[in-house]
């Protein structure tokens, strides 16, 4: 049996999906405190993880239905999926260590 590895797996359709990485002062404080809950109800049809003690790792979700529910309370996460939809971004990397993006709405706190 010969096995090979691929050499640029960016080659290959449907293996990669790009990443993200923002600053937690893109998010509001509340938003920041109901993912660190992992509140019930709103979050639980949303794919998340905690980072640590550094942030969160978010699919980016283009479930409208999703969108439509939580546009009202947290308009800063719909705000977020909306920018890396159109960038060709499928997860967001909230990380309190990284770059404050231009341009992006900010939140202190």
Known sequence: ??????????????????????????ITQKTAHALGARSTGLWENLSFERYGDFGWIMYVSSDECLIDAIKDEYPDIVNVFNLARANGFHWVWFDCDAPIVEGVTTYEW
């Open 1 to 26: 049996m010969t096995s090979s590895l691929p050499t640029n797996l960016r080659s290959i359709p449907g293996h990669t999906m790009e990443l993200l990485s923002l600053s937690t002062a893109h």
